[in-house]
């Protein structure tokens, strides 16, 4: 089984543009996440399409496994939901991470210093992590995610492209 995480979109009828969110499943392929996702889906139905998606084998110098058995390590994966403002953009700006800490403050901390060169942060100058949480919450009790040093860090290896889940 494999940890992907999805960004979502589709209309909701109380709003003027389109919505997103981040969802997290656990699956062996990327389409076998979609009953999953159709099922958690809030908005307009009929609407729910995939904008990008990645499966979550590698973060922050960190291969990423799942186990049935439960991590003893200090380290969590974080994904963490950056945002701030451009004076160039009639919006908020928002920049997705995954980070491997020891505490959610030290994951917000580490995803701050990853855009220290951001400008209009919401205040102080820097971006503030507006949503960070553990993902070992979002597998449930089969699985448990692992993680196992592996440098050099690589990139996360994302696919962004329009897939209706009609």
């Known amino acids: 089984m494999k940890?992907?995480?999805i960004y979502v979109g589709?209309?909701?009828?109380r709003a003027h543009i389109e919505i997103h969110d981040m969802r997290f499943v656990?699956?062996?392929?990327?389409t076998d996440t979609h009953a999953a996702l159709r099922e958690q889906w809030?908005?307009?139905?009929?609407?729910?399409?995939?904008?990008?998606?990645?499966?979550?084998?590698?973060a922050d110098g960190y291969n990423?496994?799942?186990?049935?058995?439960r991590w003893t390590g200090a380290?969590?994966?974080?994904?963490?939901?950056?945002?701030?403002?451009d004076p160039t953009d009639f919006a908020e700006q928002?920049?997705?991470?995954?980070?491997?800490?020891?505490s959610l403050s030290r994951a917000?901390?580490?995803?701050?210093?990853?855009?220290?060169?951001?400008?209009?942060?919401h205040r102080d100058d820097m971006y503030e992590a507006e949503q960070a949480f553990a993902l070992d919450t979002m597998v449930g009790e089969q699985f448990h995610i692992h993680l196992t040093p592996s440098l050099p860090a690589r990139p996360l290896k994302f696919k962004c492209s329009y897939k209706p889940l009609k």
Do not use: Q, S
């Open 3 to 5: 940890l992907f995480a």
């Open 10 to 13: 589709g209309e909701h009828p």
């Open 26 to 30: 656990v699956a062996d392929t990327i």
């Open 42 to 58: 809030w908005g307009t139905p009929g609407t729910l399409h995939i904008d990008c998606w990645a499966e979550i084998d590698h």
């Open 64 to 69: 990423v496994t799942l186990r049935p058995e």
């Open 75 to 85: 380290e969590r994966l974080y994904y963490v939901n950056l945002g701030g403002y």
């Open 94 to 102: 928002h920049r997705n991470m995954f980070v491997v800490a020891t």
């Open 108 to 121: 917000k901390a580490k995803a701050i210093e990853a855009v220290a060169g951001w400008k209009d942060a």
